[in-house]
Nanobody
Framework: QVQLVESGGGLVQAGGSLKLSCAASGSILSINAMGWYRQVPGKQRELVAAIASGGSTNYVDSVKGRFTISRDNAKNTVYLQMNSLRPEDTAVYYC?????????????????WGQGTQVTVSS
């Protein structure tokens, strides 16, 4: 079993900052890509930022220059530093990891999701 636990969401004024964390634990052999998604009611979940095992990163255009994704491989943790927040950044943020795990006699590469954390940016 693998668990992802998120923290760091909350309410902030426009222009402020928040840092999200997502720690993976359990039967983890190795972690490939890690990422952050967000979703608002009535819309599809969108990828905000992703980081590969080697450290290369990608961002959706709307957050480039404001958000920074990073990871601590020793702690199996991914972070999202969000600066210059805007009301349109308001959403539930979910972390996602693609990892190698062992399930009994089998090795599997699976995607896991965090429980989601609310980020609200007031104008």
């Amino acid at each position: 079993q693998v668990q992802l636990v998120e923290s760091g969401g909350g309410l902030v004024q426009a222009g402020g900052s928040l840092k999200l964390s997502c720690a993976a634990s359990g039967s983890i052999l190795s972690i490939n890509a890690m990422g952050w998604y967000r979703q608002v009611p009535g819309k599809q979940r969108e990828l905000v930022a992703a980081i590969a095992s080697g450290g290369s990163t990608n961002y959706v255009d709307s957050v480039k220059g404001r958000f920074t994704i990073s990871r601590d491989n020793a702690k199996n943790t991914v972070y999202l530093q969000m600066n210059s927040l805007r009301p349109e950044d308001t959403a539930v943020y979910y972390c996602n990891t693609n990892l190698l795990t062992r399930d009994g006699s089998y090795y599997r590469v699976l995607d896991y999701w965090g429980q989601g954390t609310q980020v609200t940016v007031s104008s």
